[in-house]
DNA sequence: CCTTGACCCTGTAGTTGCTACAGGGTGCAT
DNA sequence: ATGCACCCTGTAGCAACTACAGGGTCAAGG
């Protein structure tokens, strides 16, 4: 069986699907370890930072900031931990995720509400401009 | 009928429910035109600032970027023009808003089947952590 | 052997929409 | 005259990247 061979930046970029900068900028955030050099000073990343960066990718795919995701990882490493803390900060992510949810459901009918009655004449009488107006500027 | 009174930068900010510094910050990003100045160098607003401000805000509340409200202003200050293009911006917005909620309706399923999961035993055999690592870590 | 081109390195500045000072000046009431 | 609340400018910070600039490295083709 023979070991992988060490990847370079590019291609652990492109095996999570991330930018090459936003690696860099996970290992100065601390997220990623900072990897063993090649000879010609190329970062070489073995199975372990894949593993890791995927966590990270996912997480904030999820939406988890990189402090949650930092908590995260953290007992994630520590294996013996009680799985609470790790219960704990998803549920107040989840908490979160529903108030936007419930923020951009009633933007969402607000919009459909003024562009429905737009009918498109001149800005004069444009209903849009109207509701995003004070009310009623009496005149 | 005596004219309003100029209101000070503190009075415009607690009218339109915003901080003083955003209202300086819209004069410098040139939502808001600079307002005439008092003898002791304070910012006067009159009635005409008040109502370009709380467009700018109700639509920063309507999920509107500044660069779009820009657009709305300009559009609306020009009261001949088609209102189409409002129109067109508007319906973009709304398009964007909808990939959004789409976006965190999935999110909230996942975090909730996931949190669902939890056991809530040690980290070693968390569900959420699982979840969040790369599929089946075979060794 | 040399060049070309794709990749890598560090470091810094930009993005969005504010927010938070620091270090001062003004205006009004007591 | 002395507080105190308010105002001024200017700069730096937040999140989470992204985009250079100005260089070095490496493998392949001629």
């Known amino acids: 069986m023979a070991q992988a061979p060490p990847m370079t ?3 652990l970029a492109a095996a999570t699907n991330t930018r090459v ?3 860099r900028w996970y290992e100065k955030m601390k997220l990623l370890p900072a990897p063993e050099r090649s000879a010609g000073n190329y970062r070489l990343y073995g199975p372990e930072h894949l593993r890791r960066l995927s966590f990270i990718r996912r997480g904030r795919d999820l939406g988890f900031t990189v402090d949650q995701i930092r908590e995260l ?3 994630a490493d520590d294996r013996d931990r009680s799985c609470a803390e790790v219960d704990t ?3 107040a992510h989840l908490a979160q995720v529903e108030r ?3 923020d951009l459901t009633r933007l969402a009918h607000e919009l459909r509400d003024v562009i429905g009655q737009c009918g498109c004449g001149s800005v004069a009488d444009c209903r849009i401009i109207e509701a995003l107006s004070p009310h009623g500027d009496p005149s």
Do not use: C, Y
């Open 100 to 102: 936007k949810l419930a």
């Open 73 to 75: 990882l953290a007992m």
């Open 89 to 91: 900060i998803a549920r």
């Open 9 to 11: 930046i590019g291609d």
């Open 21 to 23: 900068e936003t690696v």
